[in-house]
């Protein structure tokens, strides 16, 4: 049997580069382990940690932060210390959570989905913040009130007028 060089060394090349290409990215998955999932106190404890990071981004993009808002940085300065309670801003997370987890169950009848969290459907993060993190810093639209003066400064309303 007789090989052609001129086409057989090259298909020799691209079959091993794609062999070892494809042993790299094994080799590469095989290493990638999720961090276990410590300290919740009010999420659901079966959560992995990409079902927990879906949940952070979420409420992350809600207020407008990235993770250092809530979490401080490890100790070596790469990356962050999600098991943390140092910031303030991550109790407060949890008292919020809670807040709207009680008027879903109050109001929307508690669903939840899949993973045991409200659902999207109901009252979230984004309900009331719309991208920012501090309520007072929000501007909210001017809200129509039909023949109605808009109420004076203190917000007190105008009493009725007798006819």
């Not at 094994?26 to 940690?49: A, S």
């Not at 303030?88 to 109050?106: D, F, I, Q, S, V």
């Not at 989905?113 to 109901?122: E, I, Q, R, T």
Request: hydrophobic residues 40%; contains cysteine; positive net charge.
């Amino acid at each position: 049997m007789h090989f052609n060089k001129k086409i057989f060394i090259p298909i020799a090349l691209i079959a091993g580069s794609i062999l070892l290409a494809s042993m790299t990215m094994i080799n590469q998955q095989q290493e990638r382990v999720d961090p276990p999932v410590t300290n919740l106190k009010v999420l659901p404890k079966k959560l992995t940690f990409k079902q927990v990071d879906h949940i952070m981004d979420n409420w992350a993009a809600a207020l407008g932060v990235k993770c250092n808002f809530c979490h401080e940085p490890n100790a070596s300065g790469k990356g962050m210390n999600f098991a943390s309670d140092a910031k303030p801003e991550k109790k407060m997370a949890r008292e919020m959570y809670l807040m709207a987890a009680k008027l879903n169950k109050k109001y929307f009848k508690g669903e939840k989905d899949s993973l045991g969290v409200a659902k999207l459907g109901s009252v979230n993060c984004y309900t009331c913040h719309r991208g920012v993190a501090h309520l007072e810093a929000a501007t909210w639209p001017e809200r129509k009130r039909g023949n109605m003066p808009p109420p004076p400064p203190g917000g007190a309303m105008p009493q009725q007028q007798q006819h």
